[in-house]
């Protein structure tokens, strides 16, 4: 849990740390608390991690380079498949 700048409430946020399929870059990545994007991301507590594709953005004006809002649950994986008409 990282709570800091422009997600420095950890009553209305949920923090999630990101990393990359590959394993060397990290980020923190932020939801509402209890929101229905929080219950979608959340992994079971039995779980540690899980591979997700997530749409994330800076916060406006932010002052951490580390730090992303979680706006969208794309699929489960790291790969999206489209179905082909």
Known sequence: DY???DFNDDMKWQ????VSPDGEHAIYG???KSSL???RIRP???????PLMLSLKF???STS???VLID???TEGWVEEKETP
Do not use: C, H, M, W
């Not at 923090?15 to 990101?18: E, G, H, N, Q």
């Open 30 to 32: 932020y939801v509402e």
């Open 3 to 5: 709570y800091n700048f």
């Open 59 to 61: 916060p406006p004006g």
């Open 37 to 39: 994007l929080d219950g």
């Open 65 to 67: 380079s580390n730090q």
């Open 72 to 74: 969208q649950f794309i």
């Open 44 to 50: 079971n507590a039995d779980v540690k991690s899980t």
């Open 15 to 18: 923090s999630y740390r990101l």
